[in-house]
């Protein structure tokens, strides 16, 4: 049963393209065997684009996803081999009486949400164009599912995975989302929490912009944090773990955007300015975001018997959250699964592999459609 998927992810503004190739060796007595392939894999990012805005601009970020489409294809086509000699025509509908290259592939993957609409229908849209000219199936997919699925990318071979990590809980943290999800099986998820107000990745976003760090604000405030040195600190930098102490497992990142604001504003400028000041608070807030996301995440383990806990998203990328997350899942005795950084934020790899558990699902391209608040 080996298939061949190209999947495309718009869903914020990462243009991506990839082609998978995937085969399902087999079940019994709880004994999954996939063989995946990633046979390419292109990200053309826009974060020099949005730095400006502090965060991404959707129009902006819509015209450019129907620049680069064409663009990115054409490489993730290459890259795994495929003719496309004839291409422009597939794109434009140009000509005709051209004769069309049809790609030897089985479906097309994209994602229909979550995410922020513009973005997502230029590329179901796109999908879509190909579907029709090309005559291939379109499977769609849920782009929260997909950063838990990015677990697989980058395995080439996947043995007795039912039975080693179910019951699982997922902890996918990004900019637009934080959930807790409970999995008991590949399709079956339960919410058991997610945050009622700002995302971690989007409160990562605006207390680097407070401290006047870069863009993307995670990787900005990692930066600053990895640079710290108690020892030299001469004043107290202290941020609350909103909600931490809770029995549910909601999160709110609101609050402690509005202590690192009201700490900023009260300091001097002379302290505002210095390497210290920034780099004490750019610790303090990495630690009490990976403080509650660890603490909620190990709760629910707890809970709910998991064997494992499986993370997912931008925020997953974040080296400190990595290795306390791998400190705790250790002392807990369970099993902690972790994308590859390149496949923690937004990729069309981890769109492929989840269209492949999903093939058949697979759809005519008139039925697809977007929906920017889509659930798991």
Known sequence: MRKKILAIDTSCDDTCIAIVEANLGGFKRGLTRINLHIKS??????????????????????????????????????????????????????????????????FIAVTVGPGLEPCLWTGVNFAKDLARIWKKPIIPVNHIEAHIFANLVGKSQISNLKSQIFPAVCLVVSGGHTQLILMNDFGKYKILGETRDDAAGECFDKCARILG???????????????????????????????????????????????????????????????????????????????????????????????????????????????????????????LLVPPKIFCTDNAAMVGITGYFHRLEAQNWQKISVNANLRI
């Open 41 to 106: 894999n292109v990200v053309s990012s826009q974060v020099k684009l949005h730095a400006k805005y502090g965060g991404v601009y959707p129009t902006l970020a819509k015209r450019e996803h129907q620049k680069n489409l064409p663009i990115v294809l054409k490489r993730a086509l290459k890259k795994a081999n495929f003719p496309i000699s004839n291409f422009e025509f597939q794109i434009s509908k140009k000509n005709p009486n051209t004769k069309i290259q049809i790609p030897k592939i089985d």
């Open 213 to 335: 760090l870069g863009y993307p604000g995670g990787p900005a405030i990692a930066a600053e944090a990895a640079k710290f040195k108690v020892k030299s600190l001469k004043f107290k930098v202290s941020l609350p773990r909103p909600m931490i102490n809770q029995k549910n497992f909601d999160f709110s990142f609101s609050g402690l955007k509005t202590a690192v604001l009201y700490d900023f504003k009260n300091r001097s400028r002379k302290i505002k300015k210095s390497k210290e000041y920034i780099r004490a608070m750019a610790a303090e807030i990495q630690q009490a975001i990976v403080d509650v996301l660890i603490s909620k995440t190990l709760k629910a383990a707890e809970e709910f018997r998991a064997k494992s806990i499986i993370l997912g998203g931008g925020v997953a990328a974040n080296n400190e959250l990595r290795k306390q997350f791998k400190v705790q899942s250790l002392r807990f005795k369970v099993k």
